[in-house]
């Protein structure tokens, strides 16, 4: 039953490393739910962590001094894990969590050199958070738009590079637009379903439908406001949301994305990584074999960034 790794799609080291005020290296961590004890209890293998530009941020020359600021930031506190800039490099970290970088909120993008942002490391992006900002609305809007020209622009260069979007805060327009028009691969890394929790920032059944269809990779939320809308969600909530979409979609492309740091409820039962293993007893007392298990607790995030980076 644990002859596998973990994978966590979504998880704000950065910024709640940043909103403490912790120490500068992330060894030195030793309290909340990521930290290198939880890790290794966990058996990690691997990290997508986002750098994540507040929507106050928007606009020429904030935006990229804040994206600048952000990668300053994950060098200097991330240096002690297997840093991920290609699917050779994950496959190579055996032994050691791996660390994943996602640009969460793109609009620096526009100003950015991005040849150097891949070679520093960068290849996934969602393009808003819950705002809006040049390129799109996101899923904070009430009455949203699409993308912009610029949104459109960028995204048509970002799919000659060969970029990963992560749809989690696209409003619904947008998403529309980005999966009727962009030829690349589209995840997302964190999020809660509409059919349980009935917000704006879920998706529904036929936004995860689409997602899948292409190949993408869905990311349950540990997040009680986006389980079920309150600050207290229960680890059997998302046993059960994870088994629904598994019984309409297939073990392939359902995975977690925890948004641990970026979230200020509990999700009981599963506080840490250390108690993520108890997921596989859940999931095997409804049936699962060890290899869905092991597809949905880390390998479909590993398998994808594998082939797609």
Known sequence: MRDFCLADGHVDLLYDL??????????????????PQTLAAGQVGLLVCALYSEDRFNGPGSALARLESLRRQADAQLSSLAR????????????????????ENGDALLDAD????????????????????RLADGNGIAAPQGLSASGRGLLRELARRGWIIDAA???????????????????SSHTGLRPFCDRRRNLSEAQAAAILARGGVLGLTLAPEMLNGTERAERAEVVRQLDWLVQRFGPQGVALGSDYGGFDGVCVGLESYAQWPLL????????????AIAD???????????KNL
Do not use: M
Not at 21 to 28: D, H, L, R, V
Not at 169 to 187: K, Q, T
């Open 280 to 291: 596989a007893e859940d999931l095997n007392a409804l049936g699962y074999s060890p290899k």
């Open 84 to 103: 991920v800039k290609s699917g050779a490099d994950l496959a190579n970290a055996a032994g050691r969590t791996a660390v994943l970088l996602l640009l």
């Open 18 to 35: 940043e909103r403490r005020g912790a120490p500068t290296s992330f060894t030195e961590l030793a309290d909340g739910p990521v930290t």
């Open 169 to 187: 805060h696209l409003s619904a327009p947008a998403l529309d637009e980005v999966l009727r028009d962009y030829p690349g691969r589209v995840i």
């Open 114 to 133: 991005l040849d150097e942002l891949e070679n520093w490391g960068l290849r996934v992006v969602g393009l808003t958070h819950a705002g809006c900002n």
């Open 296 to 306: 949905i607790l880390g390998a479909n995030w590993l398998n994808f960034f594998q």
